[in-house]
């Protein structure tokens, strides 16, 4: 086993930083907004002062279509399970009008740099109606030549249809959710799909012209073993994807709604055993010709993803890590989240409640959050953390710098971290850990929660 500086060996590090985080897509994390409902005037207007940024006018969608015909039991997304595709269009109808709503109050000279349709599983939906959809979004105002529009895709519900339609409407980025491809793990979290399914739209998607093709693997799964997650890698790195993710699972069952059932702790692999997954598949990638971004993300070096990494222009929001820096995300749909750099809202994440709001006033914001001075200022340090693996505190910051270097002396003294004036950086070996890092800079976490609602770190 590896030693650190210290002596403390990689097993020892997991166990000492094996603890409940935020994965810091906001700042600050969700469980700790402030406000339980937004008023229509007050909420307009934080969008208002987001578009009066210099790169204010340039937004980004986000649209959730929940519905699913099975449950995958390691999800923890909010959901509605059916097989009547009768509701597509009424869906589609609310999320517009919701659209329409918004779109009056923007900036006439808005423009849309990204648009993501995620869930659920977007293609539930009937192709016609994704393109209805689309035409909708972009009716108002126009579309950046760059945009960046790009979709989540079950590949047991994507058909050809599907990706041709999308792909003329302008989307050139699709994620394919994998997850793994042991017929063990995918019994256990309900996720039966096959490799030459998988196959199918990964080749249809490349011929049709999509230049951004992503899968997505889960470590940490009930039922994984090293053997059988290294074939599921190696088969992944067959299709050479231009992106990949792998994301740990995060064991949540106590949250309502999660679905997380079927299995319990027992049949999970251990903090070593999850971590040792991880080292795996990302030497493997590595091997392949992959570069690693940021937390969890790996691209080709032509890939845009990696560009935006090496040029240090990738940002982080409720998506994920993205190319575009825009600072208003409008969320649309059941518990869509939108951003307007100064607040943030949360539609309703019950389905019925989300479509009556919208019948009723136009829009379905429920909790949310306005962000103070010292807010934007974590939330800056947290995002150059978790893109860019390093940020520096000024000394004008009203942020406390020698209280966050203490909090991190343990992390330093562990080889994680380094500090040099008041820049602080992540070291390679403590790359894994980032997020225990910023959480070292974020006071919400001195406030007591009754349940942990995070991922471990780990």
């Known amino acids: 086993m590896s030693k650190l500086k210290n002596g403390m060996n990689a097993n020892g590090l997991i166990q000492k930083y094996n603890q409940p985080g935020p994965r810091y897509t906001s700042y600050p994390p969700v469980p700790f ?41 390691f999800c923890g997304c909010h959901k509605y399970i059916t097989t009547n595709h009768s509701v597509e269009h009424a869906y589609i109808d609310t999320v517009l009008k919701e659209w329409e709503f918004i779109a009056s109050h923007l900036a006439e000279n808005t423009t849309i740099a990204e648009i993501h349709l995620g869930g659920g599983t977007p293609t539930f939906f009937a192709p016609k109606e994704l393109k209805r959809l689309i035409d909708g ?28 339609v999308l792909h003329q409407s302008g989307f050139r980025r699709v994620s394919f959710g994998i997850q793994d491809y042991d017929p063990q793990v995918q019994q256990a979290i309900h996720r039966i799909q096959s490799h030459e399914q998988v196959s199918k739209c990964h080749y249809e998607a490349k011929q049709l012209g999509y230049t951004s093709i992503s899968h997505d693997l889960v470590f940490g799964l009930p039922k994984q ?18 992106r990949l993710s792998l994301y740990s699972y995060a064991h949540v069952p106590w949250v309502k709604g999660t679905g997380q059932r079927g299995y319990d702790e027992n049949d999970l692999p251990t903090p070593e055993e999850k971590r040792a997954l991880y080292e795996l598949a990302k030497a493997l990638f590595l091997e392949a010709g992959y570069l690693e971004i940021a937390m969890d993300h790996f691209a080709l070096p032509e890939d845009e993803l990696a560009k935006a990494y090496s040029s ?18 409008i969320g649309l749909g059941m518990s869509a989240i939108s951003d307007s750099w100064f607040g943030y809202a949360q539609n309703e994440k019950d389905l019925k409640s989300y479509q009556k709001r919208i019948e009723e006033t136009n829009h379905a914001w429920e909790k949310g959050h306005s962000l103070s001075i010292q807010d934007l200022e974590t939330r800056k340090h947290i995002n150059q953390l978790m893109c860019q693996f390093e940020t520096e505190i000024a000394p004008d910051s009203c942020m406390e710098f020698e209280e966050i270097a203490d909090q991190l002396i343990p ?40 349940k942990p609602t995070f991922s471990m770190t780990i």
């Open 411 to 450: 992390l330093i003294d562990d080889g994680l971290v380094e500090i040099s004036g008041r820049k602080i950086s992540v070291t390679k070996k403590g790359k894994p850990f980032v997020r225990n890092v910023c959480m070292a800079f974020d006071p919400y976490l001195k406030t007591p929660i009754s």
């Open 137 to 164: 979004l972009t009716s108002h105002f126009s579309v950046s030549p760059d945009a960046e529009m790009g979709f989540e895709a079950h590949p047991n519900s994507t058909s050809t249809d599907h990706l041709a």
């Open 225 to 242: 073993t090293v053997q059988g997650f290294e074939k599921t890698v190696r088969q992944t790195i067959e299709f050479k994807p231009d």
């Open 312 to 329: 240090e222009t990738l940002h982080r929001n409720f998506m994920g890590y993205t190319t575009n820096n825009t600072k208003v995300l």
């Open 33 to 73: 907004w402030k406000i339980a409902h937004w008023e229509t005037s007050d909420w307009i207007e934080t969008i208002r002062k987001g578009q009066q940024l210099p790169e204010g006018k340039a937004i980004s969608i986000y649209v959730h279509l929940p519905y699913c015909e099975s449950l995958c039991t």
